[in-house]
């Protein structure tokens, strides 16, 4: 199929960025969207062109580091897919695609397409653990937990970090990725001891950090490659409400 | 040069705890003073530095990657082995040992490997603590399921993305010790030569990615925890930044390269689809606790499928070749890696592979789902279930257990794998050899450590399934930590390290010029398209089978690549920017490299094993002919530069408590 892209070009973070159209010719509809971009790129350098940097790693849809805005929608139209999982069959033969990185005030630009996404470490490191150091825990099999109580906590522990819920937002607000987080943890047994604490800490880095608020818009919830629920950000708004006037813990 | 594995003497069983009693220790007081840098975040990376962190030392750890959470341990899918026994299945520390060497074709040290199935247990302790959401039953207890290669079943996970949780959960604690200040993180930074001072290593030199400045790290220690080196192939279930260059570096500044011939080829991933294709995706090895595989038994009937006028669907139960359960029928589809492999290859050079490339073989899900079907029926309490019923009750089940593999197949290939047989062919997916190091993890450069996929030190000529994460976790949680005390005990007193020291600036002035070198030449070939070339070579005449002939013409054909690539090959942009083409082409020079010691190491090993097999040595029935007599060594190459001669070094393997057997899964 013969395709023609708008593609978000951007030297650094202090220059000012455009689209730049592309027209590619003999597409396959075997393959995936970033392999498109690859036979691009590939055409770019053959000009001596700077190829378009994305950032990708694992192309199995689990690392993350994939981060693309595709014709408005995080990780391209289809649901539950990550861009590198898209495959072009999805498209149509002269369609035109606009291509964006994630767009956030807390996610600056580095190059074309490629955001930091930093912030996101440093909400895990405030909080998003449990207090254990190696050579400390019990035996595996000492706490039993209810089957559907440990598979509560997958369904949020299966975040990838991509960042497509604060591209999605409206407020580029961070709640989804860090309810799962919050709740990952808070529902398992082994990390209830310090969700308290957690919660505080983790949302107020999440506002430091200059991620907008949370007003119930979901679109998180319908961009998020892995599917995790808004379920998650109501469960930490009970968790934050609870711990900052129903216990003594206190950060600041 | 003498190669000293260093396994504590004593029996088997106590080795590993008179060694912990009796290692040097550093005091806390002095850990305080101790720089110590880590190289990669995967799950050996990530483990190792929060827990060195946890103890004390002051830790540098460094990735290529935007965050630690990406390293390519994330992608693992089915689980990890422990011995834990928690099935009552006859399971033991001993067990996991021996089917470990087994599985690895009697070519690891006895002393690590049962050190390994040791600490097996702790790492499913502490991974649960840290609220890793494995796989739990209804009492709530953990679940288990099977794995290639073993009559147990040990292998806990966590739906099919068990690496997820295991390095999200190392991430967690390494982010925890970022936040304590004892690691430093450094994001975005690339590793590109180690330097030594005094013949030790005490320092790298790096690339800060996002501004292309090199810069200079000292510390007391590296540590070396940077995967493995699959993407010599070019096409590998590897992550597309995977690299041997941290691991290269090292042997340019004189570590060992081990038994580099030792590659694993996955049985089951999908099948190439065309010519841009960049990377292979990888479906489960648990898929063959429950997927049967086969082929037609009638050349014609293949034709068809491939030429698409059948599918799958029409072949009759009886025109088909369940080949492995017809071949190994006591292990049945849950043969090792390297077996199940070799056999889709023999079946697809016969003719009978089912895509429309002849490359493919199926994995066919609808005995299972009848099986479950008529259980989950009668759980239910349906008597006399309709087929229509049967089905999709087993399908649910099916769903249950493999719903996200299942999901990214059809998302890849288009085809539902719930109605239709998957198509699946053997691709690259991990490397046994590695930087060779002793029983402390220490290579033959003092003060440079090597973990997980990164050594050589634990699977031998072929890994079984679910046994990386183990060694990951193992080596960073439970060995260095006790193990560097034994380098570091004697440094107590030496301060830190100048990173303007001659030696520093030294190593610089090399990485800077060769990145003029590969920036200067402006030719007229992308990185990309010599990586291709290579990967081509490589797959062709060091991949699967392997032959003396085609591995002599293999290394002419990498060394003229080589010299092409820097006579022609085009890098845009300069080093002083965000550059990705910049990094690729690093990697592949150091790729091309390696790719040649690989091909001599396969020319040098005149039997076959595991992951390595040689055409000329085989059995009348065509299975793998070992050589114990002559080649139960460590094949351990040093490579100075491309004027000299790769030389070998030979650490002969000891076998006190096991028996070298002809490994059979019949």
Not at chain 2, 244 to 249: D, L, M, N, Q
Not at chain 2, 321 to 344: I, M, Q, T
Not at chain 2, 478 to 502: A, K, Q
Not at chain 2, 601 to 629: I, K, P, V
């Amino acid at each position: 199929m013969k395709l023609t892209l708008k593609v978000w070009r951007q030297a650094s973070a202090n220059k000012k960025g455009s689209f730049s159209t592309y027209q590619l010719d003999d597409v396959s509809e075997h393959m995936s969207f970033l392999e498109m971009l690859d036979v691009l790129n590939e055409q770019l350098i053959a000009k001596k062109e700077m190829p378009i940097s994305f950032d990708h790693d694992c192309r199995e849809g689990i690392c993350g580091a994939c981060s693309m805005v595709i014709n408005g929608q995080p990780h391209g139209p289809m649901g539950g897919t990550t861009t590198c999982q898209l495959h072009m069959r999805h498209f149509k033969n002269g369609d035109t695609i606009v291509i964006e990185p994630f767009r956030a005030k807390a996610f600056p630009v580095v190059r074309d397409l490629v955001v930091d996404r930093s912030a996101f470490d440093r909400i895990i490191q405030v909080g998003g653990f449990v207090s254990v150091n190696t050579g400390q825990a019990q035996d595996a099999n000492a706490i039993p937990v209810e089957k559907d109580v440990a598979s509560q906590a997958f369904d949020a522990a299966t975040c990838i970090g991509c960042g497509a819920c604060v591209a999605a937002c409206p407020n580029a607000s961070a709640m989804l990725f860090t309810s799962a987080k919050v709740s990952h943890l808070g529902i398992l047994p082994q990390g209830k001891v310090e969700s308290t604490r957690r919660v505080q800490a983790m949302v107020k880095q999440m506002d430091e950090e200059g991620f907008g608020n949370c007003s119930n818009v979901t679109a998180c919830e319908a961009e998020c490659p892995k599917g995790i629920s808004v379920e998650n950000i109501a469960r930490m708004n009970r968790a934050y409400i609870g711990s900052v006037l129903g216990s003594e813990t206190s950060v600041s | 040069m003498k190669l000293e594995g260093k396994v504590p003497p004593g029996s088997l069983g106590e080795k590993w705890t008179k060694f912990k009693s009796t290692v040097p220790l550093v005091a806390p007081n002095n850990k305080r003073r101790i720089e110590i840098i880590v190289v990669g975040t995967g799950l050996a990376g990530a483990s190792a530095a929060a827990t060195l962190g946890e103890l004390g030392y002051n830790v540098k750890c460094f990735t290529f990657h935007d965050s630690p959470r990406r390293a390519h341990s994330i992608a693992a899918q089915g689980g990890i082995n422990a011995a834990k026994n928690y099935q009552n299945d006859g399971d033991s520390v001993y067990r996991l040992f021996y089917d470990t060497i087994k599985g690895g074709d009697y070519r690891s040290r006895e002393g690590n490997v049962h050190r390994l199935a040791e600490v097996s247990r702790n790492i499913i302790d502490q991974a649960v603590a840290q609220g890793v959401p494995f796989a739990r039953d209804y009492g709530g207890l953990l679940d288990n399921r099977s794995f290639g290669g073993v009559q147990v079943s040990r292998t806990f996970y966590a739906r099919g993305q068990t690496g997820q949780q295991l390095l999200i959960g190392a991430y967690q604690a390494l982010s925890r010790q970022i936040a304590l200040g004892s690691v430093q993180m450094y994001n975005r930074h690339e590793m590109l030569d180690i330097v030594k001072v005094d013949g030790k290593a005490r320092g790298i030199i790096a690339r800060n990615l996002l501004t292309g400045e090199i810069e200079r790290y000292a510390a007391h220690c590296v540590v070396l925890a940077t995967g493995g080196y699959g993407n010599v192939f070019y096409l590998s279930t590897n992550a597309m930044n995977c690299n041997v260059s941290a691991a290269w570096r090292a042997v340019r500044r004189g570590a060992l390269m081990a038994n580099p011939c030792f590659t694993q080829i996955h049985p089951t991933c999908i099948p190439v689809s065309g010519d841009y294709q960049s990377k292979l995706t990888l479906m489960s090895e648990s898929l063959r606790n429950d997927g049967r595989v086969w082929v037609p038994k009638k050349l014609e009937d293949a034709k068809a499928i491939r030429e698409g006028k059948k599918t799958g669907l029409d072949i009759a139960e009886e025109d088909r070749d369940y080949y492995l359960e017809r071949r190994y029928p006591a292990f049945g589809n849950l043969v090792p890696r390297d077996v199940a492999s070799r056999a889709a290859k023999v079946a697809c050079d016969e003719g009978l592979g089912v895509s429309p490339t002849g490359l493919a073989v199926f994995l066919d899900f609808a005995a299972a789902v009848q099986r479950y079907g008529k259980s989950a029926a009668n759980v239910q309490g349906i008597h006399n279930p309709d087929a229509a019923t049967i089905t999709r009750l087993g399908e649910k089940v099916v769903e249950e257990k493999y719903g996200n593999l299942f999901e990214m197949y059809e998302k890849i290939t288009g085809e539902n794998p719930y109605k239709m047989p998957m198509k699946i062919y053997p691709a690259v997916h991990y490397t046994m050899g590695g930087l060779w190091v002793d029983y402390n993890l220490e290579t033959n450069v003092p003060g440079l450590f090597a973990l997980g996929e990164a050594n050589f030190s634990d699977h031998g000529a072929n890994r079984l399934g679910a046994s990386a994460l183990m060694q990951g976790l193992a080596d960073g949680y439970f060995v260095i930590p006790y193990t560097i005390g034994t380098f570091l005990s004697n440094d107590i007193r030496t301060p830190n390290f100048d990173p303007d020291g001659e030696a520093f600036m030294e190593a610089e002035k090399a990485v800077k010029d060769r990145i003029e070198q590969v920036l200067s030449v402006k030719g007229s070939q992308s990185v990309e398209s010599f990586h291709r070339r290579l990967g081509k070579i490589m797959w062709d005449y060091c991949g699967m089978s392997r032959n003396a002939d085609g591995l002599r013409s293999a290394r002419q054909m990498v060394v003229e690549l080589r010299k092409e690539f820097y006579q022609d090959v085009f890098v845009p942009g300069s080093n002083d920017e965000y550059n990705p083409e910049l990094e690729k082409a690093l990697r592949v020079a150091d790729f091309m490299e390696m790719g040649e010691v690989m091909i001599l190491d396969a020319l040098n090993r005149e039997e076959s094993c595991g992951g390595h097999f040689r055409e000329e040595y085989q059995t009348e029935e065509g299975e793998a002919l070992r050589r114990d007599d002559e080649f139960a060594y460590v094949a351990a190459w040093a490579y100075t530069g491309w004027d000299e001669e790769p030389v070998l070094h030979k650490e002969e393997l000891m076998f006190e408590n096991v028996e070298l057997k002809t490994r059979s899964y019949k």
